[in-house]
């Protein structure tokens, strides 16, 4: 969960109406407030920093885990003890409560409005009817790429939303609803948009990845005039043309993926795959309803690497999944073992309200299931500590995320990622720079060619070589 703009509590109001903004979830759910600010600032509304200065304030919610359930409730309290004027969007939106309603709404019955997740046109009309639009907007005022909460040089690009599958600790497609994927066309009009508005880095993003198009029956779309099949790899193949880096994230292990590993073998997108995977004991794949075979799952990843050796493979996991037995979690660490993922997350099983995991039998215990993801990161710490272990040497490309200044040492670093490192979730490459000079040549955004000299198990440590080549157009 990501908490990307939340006013202060600073006090003042001004004439031009001005919408607070609270993001709170996941890529998914910060593309939807992305979506709701271009609106606003479109249609000449303004955003707040402050919950004085907001004349209305959006909380976009998420309602995953009961944790951000949590949060997500305390945002909306907050914002209504601050400010009073509060609509509420998100996942938690769609959450029914135990009176019918909504559970948002019973409670916290003073909210102007409640919608669910990706509803901007919905969000929008609550706006309007609370906060009147102002008269002749200055539409030429938002940015070529809409309004980012992610920093200039990179950005999530949703291709759908929701899901077709129905795991059984997930409430997701009962919150998002089926698979809805957007026309190939408009997906590539937006990512030109963002690429000329200089994002540099595209993280590709919604529940299935790899079933992109499927509810279109991959119908063809336009891009540019010319004919492209709404699907992944052909998607992918688009993209790649824009001379970005491409990332993929939410891939699921289906055959027709190997039909991007070429392309990230010959460098036309990153060589990186996020592939929740979630376990790997066929029996608690099968509780768990997961898409994709697991039993293939390991000939699946010696076939990707074959094609594409430098390719980093991430990955999440569930320790403690109800009725998971020792062998089966022995199984998984084997499973570990074998893969050697190079950058993995690991949760204790935690029950959702809703899901139907939680009518399974065998629940384990919160020591049980907490002991299991210990033993699992423990030994992942390993495998990534040698993954990472053998770049140690290698020369890459990384691009910045920040310059970073340490007074007592009086040194100078930027943090940085290559290839193999997603933003916020992922390790980092620090770069030592030489000194202040250098340090005031870059800014985020700046790709530079470095040599890593050293390696823990999470993030890499390496010298600045020099600037990089330009992007590939
Ligand atoms: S694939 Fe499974 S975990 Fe992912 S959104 Fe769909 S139902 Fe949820």
């Not at 996941?26 to 606003?40: F, G, H």
């Not at 309004?147 to 997930?170: D, M, Q, W």
């Not at 408009?186 to 299935?208: C, I, P, T």
């Amino acid at each position: 969960m990501t908490l990307v703009a939340k006013p202060s509590r600073r006090r003042g109001r001004a004439a031009v109406p001005k919408v607070g903004f609270v993001s709170l979830g996941c890529p998914k759910a910060l593309v939807d407030s992305e979506r709701i600010l271009t609106q606003l600032r479109a249609e000449g509304y303004e955003v707040a920093g402050d919950y004085g200065g907001a004349d209305l304030v959006v909380v976009n919610t998420c309602g995953f885990i009961d944790e951000a359930v949590q949060e997500s409730l305390d945002a909306i309290g907050e914002a209504l003890a601050e400010n009073g004027k509060v609509i509420v969007t998100g996942c938690l939106g769609a959450r029914r409560g135990s009176g019918g309603g909504t559970l948002v709404g019973e409670v916290h019955p003073k909210v102007l409005a409640v919608t669910g997740p990706h509803a901007a046109g919905e969000v929008m009309a609550h706006v309007h009817a609370h906060l009147p639009r102002p008269h002749d907007p200055f539409t030429d005022l938002v940015p070529a790429g809409g309004v980012k909460l992610t920093p200039r040089h990179y950005a999530y690009l949703k291709i759908s939303e929701g899901c077709n599958h129905r795991c059984t600790f997930c409430i997701i497609p009962s919150l998002r609803g089926d698979l809805v994927s957007r026309p190939i066309g408009e997906v590539m009009r937006e990512a030109e948009a963002l690429v000329k508005a200089g994002v540099k880095e595209l993280l590709v993003v919604s529940q299935d990845t790899s079933a992109y198009g499927a509810d279109l029956r991959y119908r063809t779309g336009f891009v540019g005039g010319r004919p492209v099949r709404t699907r992944m790899t052909e998607l992918v193949r688009e993209l790649a043309r824009l001379g970005a880096w491409v990332r993929l994230h939410y891939v699921y292990p289906y055959r027709h993926v190997d039909e991007v590993l070429p392309l990230m073998a010959e460098g036309s997108v990153l060589p990186y795959l996020d592939v929740p995977f979630q376990h790997s004991h066929p029996r608690i794949l099968k509780l768990m309803k997961r898409p994709a075979s697991g039993e293939t799952n390991i000939e699946r990843i010696r076939a990707w690497r074959s094609i594409c050796p430098q390719l980093t493979i991430r990955s999440t996991f569930i320790a403690g999944f109800p009725g998971e037995t020792e062998a089966e979690f022995e199984h998984l660490l084997d499973f570990l073992r074998e893969a050697e993922l190079d950058r993995v997350g690991c949760f204790a099983y935690s029950p959702v309200e809703g899901a139907a995991a939680n009518a399974l039998p065998g629940a384990l215990s919160g020591e049980v299931r907490e002991a299991r993801r210990a033993r699992f990161m423990a030994l992942q710490a390993a495998i990534s500590a040698r993954r990472l272990q053998r770049r140690v040497g290698t020369t890459t490309t990384v691009i910045v995320d920040a310059i970073e200044h340490d007074r007592q040492a009086r040194a100078w670093r930027a943090a940085a990622r290559s290839a193999g490192e997603a933003p916020e979730i992922d390790g980092v490459v620090y770069v030592a720079l030489d000194g202040e000079a250098q340090a005031r040549a870059l800014a985020p955004g700046s790709e530079l060619t470095v040599r890593i000299v050293r390696a823990d198990e999470h993030d890499l440590f390496a010298l600045a070589q020099e600037p990089a080549a330009p992007p590939r157009r």
